[in-house]
């Protein structure tokens, strides 16, 4: 059970880092229908200037995310077998 939860934790952790090889920025923007159902039957609704987070991952974070999974994914094939 140890086994496979440090492997797939290692897995997750790995396609993160090789995900972050791929995208140089990654724009997250909230859904503009919700901030037009604010109001009451239609009235009262303004509506409000479009949110958006940048996200923009260092050039190292790639590298250390997949050597951090690769690390964890080799420890829990080191692990020792349950006996029986």
């Keep these: 059970m140890m086994r ?10 790995t396609l993160w880092g ?5 995208v140089d920025k990654m724009v997250l923007k909230m859904n503009a229908d919700a901030a ?3 109001g009451f039957r239609g009235l009262f609704t303004s509506v409000a200037p479009e949110k958006s987070r940048v996200i923009d991952p260092p050039d190292w974070a790639a590298f250390s995310l997949m050597s951090v999974g690769t690390v964890t994914m080799l420890y829990s094939v080191a692990l020792p ?4």
Excluded: E, R, Y
């Design 4 to 13: 496979a939860t440090f492997f797939a934790i290692g897995l997750f952790v």
């Design 18 to 22: 090789v995900g972050f090889l791929v």
């Design 36 to 38: 037009q159902q604010t």
């Design 81 to 84: 077998k349950k006996p029986g």
